[in-house]
């Protein structure tokens, strides 16, 4: 349910993105039980990608100890 509720969203931004952008070629992707680092740079390399858009929420020392997914992606 969650997954759907996360695809519904991401369908949504992209659908925004693609009216005020009509040049760009917008594609969204919602997977789980994987990387996700590892998973966004495997897909930004199969599909050719630009650009990838990332946020983060990481918080204070758990950070430095498990990563985080930009921080995987960028290397």
Do not use: I, K, M, W
């Amino acid at each position: 349910r969650e997954l759907e509720r996360g695809r519904a969203y991401l369908a949504r931004l992209a659908d925004r993105v693609r009216a005020s952008h009509r040049e760009l070629p917008v594609g969204v992707q919602a997977v789980t039980g994987e990387d996700p680092g590892a998973v966004v740079a495997r897909l930004a390399g199969e599909v050719h990608a630009d650009v990838v858009a990332l946020t983060t929420h990481g918080r204070g020392a758990s950070r430095l100890f498990l990563g985080s997914t930009v921080d995987h992606v960028l290397r």
